[in-house]
């Protein structure tokens, strides 16, 4: 595997923009499996075929990066460079076949059953525009070692989902059972042989009034059915919490008075210093944080006028403001968000107006989000690597000839 960096891109000067545009990749962004393919340039491996090669790195058989610049100005993520992790082998194409058909058993309510997909159809309906963005987003510029796939910016997207509120869901069947402090959510990937489910099975618990304030369950994405490898026919979506909590291939929906035992909860995903056991009493990753990060240019610009790209979003709160600085963080300006504002659970483009003169700068932003808080400048070591958010590690050096 090439080597990850630990600080921020160095984009040094080569030749002319477009050739900078296509050969200086940011460095180690792109491990061994990202190379071409034996058949042919530029493809995926299955079941990546759909996907834009030349947006995306190539992780794993499981996991796909988008590219740092290949986020748009638009604020949707185009399902073609939406990157994909897999906790277990995505199911085959036959449960996408009738989504309608599909069933979910819900549990903890007063009137407990199976529903299809159609069913819930009848039971209400809402769009949410949200960031998933994996708990290990940014793990690739830690110091110490981790394991998982070394993402860098790219383990995050904005998403529309369209589903029925959950707490729509919990209205229909009679409400919910007293004593009920957690949502937990079961996927329904096939599970291998042989081995404890607790250990394997993608089980989820996330508090109850959030779940009911803001979760959906929902069959369509940026306007169409959820495709089978980003949780369809039916995929929990929980605005504001990492994408481990948004469980693909729901079977089950179940209030619990405890959150769930399976291992992917009581020690899987846990925030804990560099070195220590994952235990149930340590932090969860739910509630993401206040973020952002700069997206063009990555290459060599042209001195004058020089328009700096990103993406921010508050996490569990709305977004406020987000500033960029072209000095490495000594000086800031405010820059513009751009619209539509898709609400308090989406990102949102920004862009700077700067006038550079000839040299490198060293750009970066900070985000702060409707409660007052502001992007912390480093993130502390947690065994895992999960979710670096400091602007000073996100920063991108960019050459103007």
């Known amino acids: 595997m090439l080597s990850i960096p630990r600080r921020h891109f160095l984009i040094a000067a080569a030749g002319t923009a477009g050739a900078a545009a296509s050969s200086l990749t940011p460095l180690g962004s792109r491990p061994a499996l990202a190379q071409e393919s034996e058949n042919g340039s530029g493809s995926l491996p299955e079941p990546f075929g759909s996907k834009i090669a030349d947006s995306l790195i190539v992780h794993s058989e499981l996991t796909l990066e988008t590219e740092r610049d290949a986020i748009g100005t638009s604020g949707i993520t185009a399902k073609d460079i939406?990157?994909?992790?897999?906790?277990?082998?995505?199911?085959?194409?036959?449960?996408?076949?009738?989504?309608?058909?599909?069933?979910?058993?819900?549990?903890?309510?007063?009137?407990?059953?199976?529903?299809?997909?159609?069913?819930?159809?009848?039971?209400?309906?809402?769009?949410?525009?949200?960031?998933?963005?994996?708990?290990?987003?940014?793990?690739?510029?830690?110091?110490?070692?981790?394991?998982?796939?070394?993402w860098l910016t790219g383990a995050a997207g904005n998403l529309l989902w369209s589903g029925v509120p959950v707490r729509d869901v919990v209205?229909?069947?009679?409400?919910?059972?007293?004593?009920?402090?957690?949502?937990?959510?079961?996927g329904g990937e096939d599970l291998p042989e042989g081995v404890d489910e607790s250990q394997v099975v993608v089980e989820r618990s996330i508090p109850v009034d959030h779940a009911m304030e803001h979760g959906i369950l929902a069959w369509e994405m940026n306007g169409?059915?959820?495709?089978?490898?980003?949780?369809?026919?039916?995929?929990?979506?929980?605005?504001g919490y990492y994408?481990?909590?948004?469980?693909?291939?729901?079977?089950?929906?179940?209030?619990?008075?405890?959150?769930?035992?399976a291992s992917i909860m009581r020690t899987s995903y846990r925030v804990r210093p560099v070195g220590v056991e994952g235990a149930p009493?340590?932090?969860?990753?739910?509630?993401?944080?206040?973020?952002?990060?700069?997206?063009?240019?990555?290459?060599?610009v042209e001195s004058g006028?020089?328009?700096?790209?990103?993406?921010?979003?508050?996490?569990?709160?709305?977004?406020?403001?987000?500033?960029?600085?072209?000095?490495?963080?000594?000086?800031?300006?405010?820059?513009?968000l751009l619209g539509p504002d898709l609400g308090r659970f989406a990102w949102q483009p920004f862009?700077?107006?700067a006038e550079l003169e000839p040299g490198t700068y060293t750009v970066t932003s900070r985000a702060t989000?409707?409660?007052?808080?502001?992007?912390?400048?480093?993130?502390?070591?947690?065994?895992?690597?999960?979710?670096?958010?400091?602007w000073r590690v996100l920063a991108v050096d960019v050459t103007v000839v």
Not at 171 to 186: K, P, V, Y
Request: net charge negative; glycine share 10%; with cysteine.
């Open 351 to 353: 862009v700077l107006s």
């Open 281 to 300: 009493d340590q932090p969860s990753m739910w509630e993401m944080k206040v973020k952002s990060w700069i997206t063009r240019p990555l290459a060599d």
């Open 171 to 186: 209205e229909a069947l009679g409400g919910l059972e007293d004593g009920r402090n957690f949502m937990t959510s079961t």
């Open 224 to 239: 169409e059915p959820v495709p089978l490898i980003h949780g369809g026919p039916l995929r929990v979506v929980i605005p």
């Open 243 to 261: 994408g481990i909590n948004n469980v693909k291939y729901v079977r089950r929906v179940a209030f619990t008075e405890e959150e769930s035992d």
């Open 305 to 336: 006028r020089v328009l700096l790209y990103g993406v921010a979003f508050g996490g569990i709160n709305a977004l406020e403001r987000v500033e960029v600085s072209t000095d490495g963080g000594e000086n800031w300006q405010e820059a513009r």
């Open 369 to 390: 989000d409707s409660e007052g808080r502001v992007q912390e400048e480093v993130t502390e070591p947690n065994h895992r690597g999960y979710d670096y958010s400091g």
């Open 82 to 150: 939406l990157y994909v992790r897999n906790n277990l082998p995505t199911p085959s194409e036959e449960i996408v076949a009738d989504p309608d058909a599909w069933e979910v058993q819900i549990e903890g309510v007063r009137e407990p059953r199976s529903v299809t997909v159609g069913e819930l159809k009848s039971m209400g309906v809402e769009t949410v525009s949200t960031v998933l963005q994996c708990s290990g987003n940014g793990r690739g510029f830690f110091d110490h070692e981790t394991s998982g796939s070394q």
